[in-house]
């Protein structure tokens, strides 16, 4: 759970640093820091939920107590599909983490935005590799739909969750070059974050079909349940992004052009919604954990 929300902190923050990058705005200023700061602290606690993960699967793999697990890591390592898939993802994190720990006026260039989001993608592809999906190889149709899936959702929950708690908890001052700032922000978020549900849609619908083969095996079983609600928070949180993006936004839009205090409020009121979403997806990602956790019913 604590890896899969750093990671999601970790695509929503890139997106956001990208678009602002070449903004300079008041409120885009103050706004980049903030990002800079979020994306060091999710690159720090994935990079120890990851160490945590492989020394929880080596303990369980030498069927030993986790303080005994030091000497299995390596074997973990050297001689399993896990231990390739987590190297991979290893060298992927730590460049992202380099990044993100380089100083503002390098990561607002597009070069190093373009390496933090490359590694970012090979980052997920190997947890892909390591999922259910990769049970038949690690290039395959069943792991590219999940990385796909798994990139998709990234991007939504993470432009949710870094938007509603980060970049629109500062509202923007009433200048001109502010409003229009947040603005292009707001329009960004929302074309992307439709794209990208859109997508999780499809790609959702492949993979549950791969697993499950028979609507049956929907029923009865952890898996199956879990996943249900899984649905269920995703087309609750679904609902909300829909308001926001046509009924609430419209008005933000409008205001952001004015020079007075409905800006302010139309922005307060798209963001209180965003948080709510966020709170959501993150119940997503914790469902998102225990189906990791969980074997399909056909793997019985």
Not at 94 to 123: F, H, K, N, Y
Not at 153 to 176: F, K
Not at 271 to 299: D, F, N, W
Request: hydrophobic residues 55%; proline residues 4%; contains cysteine.
């Amino acid at each position: 759970m604590i890896l899969n929300l750093s990671l999601v902190v970790l695509v929503g923050t890139s997106a956001a640093m990208f678009w602002l990058r070449t903004r300079a705005s008041p409120w885009a200023a103050s706004a980049l820091p903030r990002l800079c700061t979020a994306l060091l602290t999710a690159s720090g606690t994935a990079i120890l939920a990851y160490l945590a993960i492989l020394w929880v699967e080596a303990a369980s793999m030498a069927e030993v107590p986790l303080p005994e697990a030091l000497p299995a890591v390596r074997s973990v390592l050297t001689g399993t599909h896990f231990g390739l898939a987590w190297l991979i993802g290893a060298v992927a994190l730590l460049a992202t983490a380099v990044v993100s720990a380089t100083p503002l006026r390098i990561q607002s260039r597009l070069p190093a935005s373009v390496v933090r989001i490359v590694a970012i993608g090979v980052l997920l592809y190997s947890r892909s590799m390591a999922s259910h999906a990769g049970a038949g190889g690690d290039f395959t149709w069943s792991v590219a739909v999940d990385w796909v899936h798994l990139v998709l959702i990234s991007i939504w929950v993470g432009e949710v969750i870094v938007a509603g708690l980060i970049s629109l908890r500062q509202l923007p001052a009433n200048t001109a070059e502010s409003r229009s700032d947040c603005a292009a922000y707001i329009e960004a978020l929302s074309g992307s974050a439709t794209v990208a549900l859109v997508g999780i849609f499809v790609t959702g619908a492949i993979s549950t079909w791969r697993v499950l083969e028979v609507p049956e095996n929907l029923l009865g079983n952890p898996y199956g349940t879990t996943l249900i609600i899984k649905v269920g928070l995703v087309l609750a949180a679904a609902a909300l992004g829909g308001i926001n993006r046509f009924v609430v936004m419209p008005s933000l839009l409008r205001a952001l052009t004015q020079t007075s205090d409905a800006a302010r409020e139309a922005s307060g009121r798209f963001a209180r919604i965003l948080q709510v979403e966020a709170i959501l997806l993150i119940a997503v990602l914790l469902a998102a954990a225990i189906l990791t956790s969980t074997s399909p019913p056909m793997a019985s």
